[in-house]
């Protein structure tokens, strides 16, 4: 078992290069108690063969990666440099963001994150819900959606750009 710390912290003795109150897929299997691989973390692999380990607060382990593989299809790797679509995982949910570098030198080397949407996972239903981002940053349910238990049919839903209040 690793001693690293869970937010921005060493993790199978490489840093990680997520910012502080973010972490990436192996840090949510140390949330859970086992440990997945990311490659920019380098993290062992540590669970039972058999079992799938959740990840943090108990969201769908699948799910979540089903949910990273879709971010980082969304933008071509030769424009990666540019702009990126990122998931960022907490206990319950997990939020889509754009990220962007940094426009100017003198605000340092950190790229912009600006949430899109965030997929709200309630365990005892085992429903996903979306939830749309109004002008203050604050989350409200995705009404003419309904919960669903797959995951992918959110994912759909984003990548048919139907709404312009999720893409702009």
Same mark, same amino acid.
């Given at each position: 078992? @690793?001693?690293?710390?869970? +937010?921005?912290?060493?993790?199978?003795?490489?840093? #990680?290069?997520?910012? &502080?109150?973010? @972490? #990436?897929?192996?840090?949510?299997?140390?949330?859970?108690?086992?440990?997945?691989?990311?490659?920019? #973390?380098?993290?062992?692999? %540590?669970?039972?063969?058999?079992?799938?380990?959740?990840?943090?607060?108990?969201?769908?382990?699948?799910?979540?990666?089903?949910?990273?593989? +879709?971010?980082?299809? &969304?933008?071509?790797?030769?424009? %990666?440099?540019?702009?990126?679509?990122?998931?960022?995982?907490?206990?319950?949910?997990?939020?889509?963001?754009? #990220?962007?570098?940094?426009?100017?030198?003198?605000?340092?080397?950190?790229?912009?994150?600006?949430?899109?949407? %965030?997929?709200?996972?309630?365990?005892?239903?085992?429903? +996903?819900?979306?939830?749309?981002?109004?002008?203050?940053?604050?989350?409200?349910?995705?009404?003419?959606?309904?919960?669903?238990?797959?995951?992918?049919?959110?994912?759909?839903?984003?990548?048919?750009?139907?709404?312009?209040?999720? +893409?702009?």
């Amino acid at each position: 078992m @690793h001693d690293a710390p869970v +937010w921005g912290g060493r993790v199978g003795g490489t840093r #990680c290069g997520r910012a &502080q109150g973010a @972490h #990436c897929f192996c840090h949510a299997f140390r949330l859970a108690g086992s440990w997945g691989q990311d490659s920019r #973390c380098g993290g062992d692999v %540590r669970r039972a063969p058999t079992e799938p380990a959740p990840a943090a607060g108990g969201l769908p382990e699948l799910d979540v990666a089903r949910v990273q593989r +879709w971010c980082a299809g &969304q933008v071509p790797e030769h424009v %990666r440099d540019e702009i990126r679509v990122e998931c960022d995982i907490a206990p319950r949910h997990l939020t889509i963001c754009e #990220c962007r570098p940094p426009w100017r030198e003198d605000f340092g080397p950190d790229w912009t994150r600006f949430p899109i949407a %965030r997929l709200h996972y309630t365990k005892t239903t085992r429903l +996903w819900t979306l939830y749309r981002r109004d002008r203050n940053l604050k989350y409200h349910r995705y009404h003419p959606l309904d919960p669903s238990p797959q995951v992918q049919d959110l994912l759909d839903y984003l990548d048919e750009r139907a709404d312009p209040i999720f +893409w702009g």
